[in-house]
């Protein structure tokens, strides 16, 4: 089988000795005399030209059989191209048809929207929009691992299935071997000391509480994994299941974590714009006007950074015409987070300083007693796309914390070692993969930005 994939194909000169290549075909063109067929083998978002003309031996039945869809393997010389946009085409001398495809194929001509798509998330890698974000997204995740290794952070892999509840709060979807209908009760309450773990087990809403455990005794460490939430937004910005990078930064203060958390996204933009270039183009063109100047004036910029008593003021000043009320003490809306970041700075906004009562218990308390090291990052068309804090490190106000969070400090117990012994000021981040590819692809919806989307009432694949 030939592997030299169709993106280095393009890239080559003409020349006398036969090649073979293999792929599937895009569309097939009909002239007078000779046939063109775009073939694509997912290498990259561009086709190359096979031309068949009338001397091909079995001219008419085999151009005839080959349809939409089918794959093949085309042996031919690779020929300089009169056509606009391309060096180069394959004139063929002999034709293998792989696999036909019949007239019912769904990707003929015809361009379908995105909804239609996620209805046969089995054929849509083959369409221009998701083989581009199917290789943004691979480039993206080996950017993430490259960024983190190149600084000695060492990749954690934390537990999918967690006894513990990492934020305190509900949305975890339950992982249990107990008969649904019939579950073993004791005093009203299903006995989860029957269950496979002998408690109560969920899918894990971050990898926080463990990553932690190593960054305080490695230093520096980060996740990158899926991530499960029962919550019922069904918004463009949420899935039941997504993937999340989680740096943990030991000796790190709250400013240290925004600078890294900058200079992270900073580089994902860069490596993608340098690494996935006609993918971006498409983007650029296709899907989100301006994408790639956007991204290079973020690149470039400082972030904006502001306290979350600074973005209320800016808010209220700004008299704009919100779904919500803008309230000192309530969290900020995804409209708000919008309009701080596209209307009144028009770049990425870093806002710290939350109250306390709307973040989560392990965040480090400030002296004012009211507002907690938390900080999340905003950036245009989407809103939050970080979310992190400094951690509390004292023990006994962390302790403190569980207990106002209604939690109990006893399930918690490994965690407050941490802070019984060697304890030291940590910090870290969590990223949704997902919004990033958003971010940076353009795309609207982040049900088309991973393969097989989870999300309320949904789980066809
Ligand atoms: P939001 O307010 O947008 O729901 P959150 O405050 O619940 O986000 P965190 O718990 O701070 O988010 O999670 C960290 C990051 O994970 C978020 O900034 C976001 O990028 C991503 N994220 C959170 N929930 C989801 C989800 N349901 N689907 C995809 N990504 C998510
Ligand atoms: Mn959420």
Same mark, same amino acid.
């Given at each position: 089988?030939?592997?030299?994939?169709?993106?280095?194909?393009?890239?080559?000169?003409?020349?006398?000795?036969?090649?073979?290549?293999?792929?599937?075909?895009?569309?097939?063109?009909?002239?007078?005399?000779?046939?063109?067929?775009?073939?694509?083998?997912?290498?990259?978002?561009?086709?190359?030209?096979?031309?068949?003309?009338?001397? &091909?031996?079995?001219?008419?039945?085999?151009?005839?059989?080959?349809?939409?869809?089918?794959?093949?393997?085309?042996?031919?010389?690779?020929?300089?191209?009169?056509?606009?946009?391309?060096?180069?085409?394959?004139?063929?001398?002999?034709?293998?048809?792989?696999?036909?495809?019949?007239?019912?194929?769904?990707?003929?001509?015809?361009?379908?929207? &995105?909804?239609?798509?996620?209805?046969?998330?089995?054929?849509?890698?083959?369409?221009?929009?998701?083989?581009?974000?199917?290789?943004?997204?691979?480039?993206?995740? &080996?950017?993430?691992?490259?960024?983190?290794?190149?600084?000695?952070?060492?990749?954690?892999?934390?537990?999918?299935?967690?006894?513990?509840?990492?934020?305190?709060?509900?949305?975890?979807?339950?992982?249990?071997?107990?008969?649904?209908?019939?579950?073993?009760?004791?005093?009203?309450?299903?006995?989860?000391?029957?269950?496979?773990?002998?408690?109560?087990?969920?899918?894990?809403?971050?990898?926080?509480?463990?990553?932690?455990?190593?960054?305080?005794?490695?230093?520096?460490?980060?996740?990158?994994?899926?991530?499960?939430?029962?919550?019922?937004?069904?918004?463009?910005?949420?899935?039941?299941?997504?993937?999340?990078?989680?740096?943990?930064?030991?000796?790190?203060?709250?400013?240290?974590?925004?600078?890294?958390?900058?200079?992270?996204?900073?580089?994902?933009?860069?490596?993608?714009?340098?690494?996935?270039?006609?993918?971006?183009?498409?983007?650029?063109?296709?899907?989100?006007?301006?994408?790639?100047?956007?991204?290079?004036?973020?690149?470039?910029?400082?972030?904006?950074?502001?306290?979350?008593?600074?973005?209320?003021?800016?808010?209220?000043?700004?008299?704009?015409?919100?779904?919500?009320?803008?309230?000192?003490? %309530?969290?900020?809306?995804?409209?708000?987070?919008?309009?701080?970041?596209?209307?009144?700075?028009?770049?990425?906004?870093?806002?710290?300083?939350?109250?306390?009562?709307?973040?989560?218990?392990?965040?480090?308390?400030?002296?004012?007693?009211?507002?907690?090291?938390?900080?999340?990052?905003?950036?245009?068309?989407?809103?939050?796309?970080?979310?992190?804090?400094?951690?509390?490190?004292?023990?006994?106000?962390?302790?403190?914390?569980?207990? %106002?969070?209604?939690?109990?400090?006893?399930?918690?117990?490994?965690?407050?070692?941490?802070?019984?012994?060697?304890?030291?000021?940590?910090?870290?981040?969590?990223?949704?993969?997902?919004?990033?590819?958003?971010?940076?692809?353009?795309?609207?919806?982040?049900?088309?930005?991973?393969?097989?989307?989870?999300?309320?009432?949904?789980?066809?694949?």
């Amino acid at each position: 089988m030939e592997r030299t994939g169709i993106k280095y194909i393009l890239l080559m000169e003409p020349q006398e000795q036969e090649i073979t290549i293999e792929g599937w075909v895009r569309t097939k063109r009909d002239s007078k005399g000779v046939s063109f067929l775009e073939i694509n083998d997912g290498s990259t978002i561009k086709n190359l030209q096979v031309i068949i003309e009338e001397n &091909f031996p079995d001219y008419a039945s085999i151009v005839k059989s080959i349809t939409t869809g089918s794959s093949l393997s085309v042996k031919g010389n690779l020929v300089a191209s009169p056509a606009k946009g391309q060096k180069v085409e394959l004139k063929a001398s002999s034709i293998e048809i792989i696999g036909e495809t019949p007239p019912d194929y769904v990707l003929q001509k015809k361009r379908h929207s &995105f909804e239609f798509l996620r209805e046969i998330a089995h054929l849509r890698p083959r369409t221009n929009t998701f083989g581009a974000v199917a290789r943004v997204r691979s480039a993206m995740s &080996f950017a993430v691992h490259k960024f983190f290794q190149e600084r000695d952070f060492v990749y954690v892999h934390t537990p999918i299935i967690t006894g513990s509840d990492c934020e305190g709060v509900g949305e975890m979807f339950q992982v249990t071997t107990l008969p649904i209908g019939n579950p073993p009760v004791v005093n009203g309450k299903v006995d989860y000391s029957k269950d496979f773990f002998g408690k109560q087990a969920s899918l894990t809403v971050s990898g926080q509480l463990e990553g932690e455990t190593y960054a305080c005794a490695l230093k520096n460490i980060y996740t990158f994994g899926p991530t499960f939430r029962a919550e019922n937004s069904n918004t463009s910005r949420h899935l039941a299941e997504f993937w999340m990078i989680e740096p943990e930064m030991a000796f790190c203060d709250l400013h240290l974590n925004m600078d890294v958390a900058e200079e992270f996204l900073k580089y994902i933009f860069l490596y993608i714009l340098g690494n996935c270039p006609d993918d971006m183009d498409f983007f650029n063109t296709r899907i989100s006007k301006g994408v790639i100047d956007n991204l290079e004036d973020i690149a470039r910029s400082s972030f904006v950074r502001i306290s979350y008593t600074e973005a209320v003021e800016q808010l209220t000043k700004a008299h704009a015409d919100f779904e919500f009320p803008v309230t000192w003490g %309530e969290d900020l809306q995804s409209e708000h987070e919008k309009y701080l970041t596209e209307k009144i700075y028009g770049l990425p906004v870093i806002v710290i300083d939350y109250p306390k009562e709307i973040k989560a218990f392990y965040m480090k308390l400030n002296d004012d007693n009211k507002t907690v090291r938390a900080m999340d990052i905003l950036v245009p068309r989407l809103g939050e796309i970080i979310g992190g804090s400094e951690r509390e490190s004292d023990y006994h106000k962390l302790e403190k914390r569980i207990t %106002e969070f209604g939690l109990d400090p006893a399930d918690y117990w490994w965690y407050l070692e941490l802070r019984r012994f060697g304890s030291v000021p940590h910090s870290g981040f969590g990223l949704g993969f997902e919004r990033l590819i958003q971010f940076v692809t353009g795309m609207q919806n982040i049900r088309d930005v991973i393969p097989f989307p989870r999300s309320v009432k949904t789980l066809e694949f």
